[in-house]
């Protein structure tokens, strides 16, 4: 699916090495504002546990993982709404990304630039805040002035006014205020007549906190300031060292890793929660098939039926559905087969109106 996570921020607050450690490679990275022209992209495999197992029960020739797009984005400045900094290229970016993952930086390091030279998170947020719902100020000032024009035309006029309404209402106060639209109770109506302006600050967000190593263990006061703004905003704030994350990365040996980990008594590495936090803002949801070929997970959005997620694998599944045959992975782990599935009466036939769900093993049946 092409959805993305943008990953934005101040410049020099991690952004970028993150994104390296994420993708396992490296990303262009300097100690001074802006080394990030382009929007880095990476396909980034979904860690997932169950995929691992169903693979040691089925012995595949592969077995495939979900993947999430992340782009790393220039970074922000004070001014960039209006093309400071690398403004209008950062805004381009992330109206192609899905959700955005806001990198706050909650570590003092005197050789690392501050752009604002104070360490302040709350600060930070509220430049980036402020920033967007101002770009997004212009994007309801040209879609106010169109819909008055369209005033005049009696096929649009109904539409016009509750356009008019929304945008008067509800929506510019709250930018003026610098709260994002996505802060706003609308309802779906209000959400499809305002679609086409495609607000920035109508998307989903996460945030990461970017800490040194003593942070990863204990969180300091820059990561409860910011999980505090997470908490009132109804979203999650994720701690990840970015050093730590990339020197981890280079580390092959499983065992390796699993013992770096445990030193600082981590289950998992702080990438993979960001990966998983990211992936369910998206909105998706993960299925699995099996078999000796391979053992594959598939990604679906959260309330999709049996045949649009069979489209997912290819389109003809989903135009010549038949029926699913389903199990789920906790039925595969405790009862160790299929046969043991289907005696114990939790193998599955459903029909076109089955809502998928997280974990199921689906096989399709099919007629073209």
Partial sequence: MALSCGILGLPNVGKTTIFSALCGVPAETANYPFSTVKANVGIIN?????????????????SIPATVEFADIAGLVKGASRGEGLGNQFLSHIRDAAVY???VRCFENSDIIHVSEKLDPASDIETIDIELALADMQTLARRRE???KSLK????????????????????????DARPVRSLALNDEEKAAVYDCHFITAKPQLYVCNVD?????SGNVYTEAVKKRAQSEGTEA????GKFEADLCGIENPEEKKAFLDDLGLEETGLSALIHSAYKLLGLRTFFTTG?????????RAGDTAPKAAGVIHTDFEKGFIKAEVYTCDDIFKYGTEAKIKEAGRYRLEGRDYTVQDGDVIFFKFNI
């Fill in 238 to 241: 994720v701690s990840i060292c």
């Fill in 153 to 176: 035309n009696p096929n649009e006029k109904k539409l016009s006014e509750a356009v008019l309404s929304i945008l008067n209402e509800k929506i510019g106060p709250a930018l003026e």
């Fill in 101 to 103: 993952v806001h990198v």
């Fill in 292 to 300: 000796k070929d391979e053992c594959r997970a598939w990604t679906f």
């Fill in 146 to 148: 169109r819909a008055e």
């Fill in 46 to 62: 979904v860690p997932d546990s169950r995929l691992d197992r169903l693979t040691s029960i089925f012995i595949p020739e592969r």
């Fill in 213 to 217: 190593e003593d942070g990863i263990r």
